[in-house]
């Protein structure tokens, strides 16, 4: 995909792309900064995100940016190993917000897909926070078999209390997600379940939705 660069480089924003009005949902606040905004990717690391196979993207009109995974599954039973049935990713970014402005995550849509067993369940979980501050938003999603099909999950947070990037200041933005997948009283003799959050054409991805505000002015 043009414009997009695999996690541990520098993510353009102005990544071209085909966008659906569902997908890039305008934020709560109607101040949003003109200027292009640009994410460096600091770390990756986990199970779920081997090198190569993350990608950042930032949408053109600075409301939101995704996540790809080409590798993100866990699994259970038949073929499967041990280690399996629980895969993370955790993703340290940098984002350099045009000046005057001050960022928070107001929502968050994860997609993928999921075959999970009579008998078996599968969890996705996701946490994020800003370098040097305490409080965490953290989300968990639950699947029960039989399943298989699409699965989508929406994290939406409480405007009055989302946390926000702080003024005139670089934090290092902090994405942690897990899936992990209970094999249950499924038969792992014969069967195997998974759930997974991952693409090979892009078309599945993990949007964060941002909210904008201004920053108060800075004191002479």
């Keep these: 995909m043009p414009g997009v660069l695999y996690a541990g480089g520098v993510v353009a924003a102005l990544f071209a792309s085909t966008l659906t009005s569902q997908a890039y949902a305008q934020p709560p606040f109607d101040t949003v900064p003109p200027d ?3 994410i460096t990717v600091a770390t990756v690391n986990g199970s779920g995100c081997p090198a190569g196979t993350a ?3 930032v949408s053109p009109d600075n409301t939101a940016f995704t996540v790809t995974y080409s590798e993100y599954l866990a699994q259970v039973g038949k073929g499967s190993k041990p280690t399996d049935f629980r895969k993370n990713c955790q993703l340290s970014l940098v984002t350099h917000v045009p000046q ?5 995550i107001a929502s968050v849509d994860y997609r993928g897909f999921a075959h ?8 996705q979980k996701a946490s994020y926070y800003f370098q040097g501050q305490s409080q965490t938003s953290s989300n968990t999603h639950s699947y029960n078999g039989a399943y298989d099909d699409n699965w989508q999950a929406t994290d939406v947070s409480d405007i009055a209390t989302v946390v926000w990037s702080p003024c005139g200041e670089l934090r290092n933005f902090n994405i942690n997600t897990e899936l992990r ?4 009283t499924s038969n792992t003799q014969e069967t195997t379940s998974f759930i997974a959050m991952d693409s090979t054409d892009g078309d599945v991805s993990t949007t964060y939705h941002f909210a904008w505000k201004e920053c108060p002015p800075t004191k002479k």
């Design 116 to 123: 999970l067993e009579k008998g078996a369940s599968a969890t």
């Design 100 to 104: 005057g402005f001050s960022y928070a």
């Design 55 to 57: 990608a950042i993207a």
């Design 181 to 184: 997948v209970n094999a249950g």
């Design 36 to 38: 292009k905004i640009v």
